[in-house]
């Protein structure tokens, strides 16, 4: 780990979240000081052990309330934007924190000085989408273009890593389901990424070796949702029935669970798995791409097995016993 402090002070908004943390860490490994801005800062000081002492610094910072936005961003050389969830929660809701967030960053980006930002989006945002997370990412990205139209946007597929929100999910399931649902029939396709080679990319992007522009990330693996979970029972070691669910069936199934805390699936994330989320071919033909920018991605098979072990019957110690 880099030890000279002589980087950009660069602020991370959503620094404590699962890629926000990875991000945090390939800045710091490159001498950058961080400021995590974060709803919690008391919930953000496992951020500090990722850097050296004083190097990383967690922030007040709620994406509702401008003020905060702009006093985090006060003498940053760098800004970098990783806020997102999966479904709203309480008053952090989609148009809350993906559609307008985004452009209050920008605007306080812009009011320090700053001619971009990076941000981070997702494949699949699009304005006419029948999902409110694709459309309010696509808004995000529309506010931050509008403001600062030199930025860069990354736009990841569905990300995979230690603390990530899919496997993990799915094995935990898998540990006491004798049958594990297949949403839409598990005919969606995915280009899973792993979240260190997305933080590599902001790393770039902040050191300024990325242009301005949308970038789509993605590993070098297409897999269908039933393929990801037949690789995720293969690490783990068990056998579980898959159950394709049809989309009319997954989606009521959605609206019912989505009205109780920890949700499996909402009725939005159901929409979402009816349209592949891969990298597209102009995306590649730009070479807007991880290998575009000299990334080689990690797969799933080199990576899934270093935090999936746990959940095999004897957890880690299952390594050792015949398979």
């Given at each position: 780990?880099?030890?000279?402090l002589?980087?950009?002070?660069?602020?991370?908004?959503?620094?404590?979240?699962?890629?926000?943390?990875?991000?945090?860490?390939?800045?710091?490994?490159?001498?950058?000081?961080?400021r995590?801005a974060?709803?919690?800062?008391?919930?953000?000081?496992?951020?500090?052990?990722?850097?050296?002492p004083?190097?990383?610094?967690?922030?007040q910072?709620?994406?509702?309330y401008?003020?905060?936005?702009?006093?985090?961003?006060?003498?940053?050389?760098?800004?970098?934007?990783?806020?997102?969830?999966?479904?709203?929660?309480?008053?952090?809701?989609?148009?809350?924190?993906?559609?307008?967030?985004?452009?209050?960053?920008?605007e306080?980006?812009?009011g320090?000085?700053?001619?971009r930002?990076?941000?981070?989006?997702?494949?699949?945002?699009?304005?006419?989408?029948?999902?409110?997370?694709?459309?309010?990412?696509a808004?995000?990205?529309?506010?931050?273009?509008?403001?600062?139209?030199?930025?860069?946007?990354?736009r990841?597929?569905?990300?995979?890593?230690?603390?990530?929100?899919?496997?993990?999910?799915?094995?935990?399931?898998a540990r006491?389901?004798?049958?594990?649902?297949?949403?839409?029939?598990?005919?969606?396709?995915?280009?899973?990424?792993?979240?260190?080679?997305?933080?590599?990319?902001?790393a770039?992007?902040v050191?300024?070796?990325?242009?301005?522009?949308?970038?789509?990330?993605?590993?070098?693996?297409?897999?269908?949702?039933?393929?990801?979970?037949?690789?995720?029972?293969?690490v783990?070691?068990?056998?579980?029935?898959?159950?394709?669910?049809?989309?009319?069936?997954?989606?009521?199934?959605?609206k019912?669970?989505?009205?109780?805390?920890?949700?499996?699936?909402?009725?939005?994330?159901?929409?979402l798995?009816?349209?592949?989320?891969?990298?597209?071919?102009?995306?590649?033909?730009?070479?807007?791409?991880?290998?575009?920018?000299?990334?080689?991605?990690?797969?799933?098979?080199?990576?899934?097995?270093t935090?999936?072990?746990?959940?095999?019957?004897h957890?880690?110690?299952d390594?050792?016993?015949?398979a």
């Amino acid at each position: 780990m880099s030890t000279a402090l002589n980087g950009k002070l660069v602020t991370v908004f959503g620094g404590s979240g699962f890629l926000g943390r990875h991000i945090v860490q390939a800045l710091a490994r490159r001498g950058h000081r961080v400021r995590a801005a974060v709803r919690r800062p008391d919930l953000a000081t496992h951020l500090q052990p990722l850097g050296a002492p004083g190097q990383i610094m967690p922030v007040q910072a709620n994406l509702r309330y401008r003020w905060s936005v702009d006093r985090a961003v006060i003498g940053a050389d760098a800004v970098v934007n990783c806020v997102g969830i999966l479904a709203p929660s309480g008053k952090q809701s989609f148009d809350a924190v993906q559609s307008f967030g985004p452009r209050a960053i920008a605007e306080a980006a812009r009011g320090a000085g700053l001619d971009r930002v990076t941000h981070i989006s997702a494949i699949g945002a699009d304005a006419d989408s029948t999902s409110a997370y694709a459309r309010s990412k696509a808004m995000g990205e529309a506010g931050i273009l509008e403001t600062l139209p030199e930025s860069i946007i990354l736009r990841p597929s569905i990300v995979f890593g230690p603390e990530d929100d899919f496997f993990n999910k799915f094995a935990d399931m898998a540990r006491f389901a004798p049958v594990l649902p297949l949403l839409g029939g598990g005919d969606a396709k995915f280009q899973p990424v792993y979240v260190c080679d997305v933080a590599e990319a902001v790393a770039r992007a902040v050191d300024g070796e990325l242009n301005p522009g949308t970038y789509e990330l993605g590993g070098p693996e297409v897999k269908s949702f039933r393929e990801c979970l037949e690789d995720m029972l293969a690490v783990t070691r068990r056998k579980r029935t898959l159950l394709p669910i049809p989309f009319p069936v997954a989606s009521a199934m959605g609206k019912v669970f989505q009205m109780f805390p920890m949700a499996p699936f909402t009725a939005d994330q159901v929409e979402l798995l009816k349209t592949d989320n891969v990298v597209s071919d102009a995306a590649k033909s730009d070479g807007r791409t991880l290998e575009g920018i000299g990334i080689k991605p990690a797969t799933l098979a080199a990576v899934l097995p270093t935090y999936l072990e746990r959940y095999r019957e004897h957890g880690q110690y299952d390594a050792h016993r015949p398979a």
